[in-house]
């Protein structure tokens, strides 16, 4: 059987943490950035911890080698 390979797209957009959690950027900081509220900014500066379901899907189907 041959081995899996990783989705490049997740490549991009996803990280393992030390202890196995998935990190991904935050949506909605790239552009009309004037019409937003400061506090919807500051909450989607940065990175974020998935949700433990669907990181569990990410691991398996998108980065089986991570």
Known sequence: MPKMKTKSSAKKRFRLTASG???FNS???R???????KSAKE?????KIMA??????VRKHFLPNG
């Not at 909450?43 to 990175?47: E, I, V, Y």
């Not at 433990?52 to 899907?57: F, L, N």
């Open 27 to 29: 949506a909605y900081r």
């Open 52 to 57: 433990k379901g669907d990181a569990e899907v």
């Open 31 to 37: 552009h009309r950035l004037i019409s937003k509220e």
């Open 21 to 23: 959690k998935v990190r």
């Open 43 to 47: 909450r989607n500066q940065g990175t």
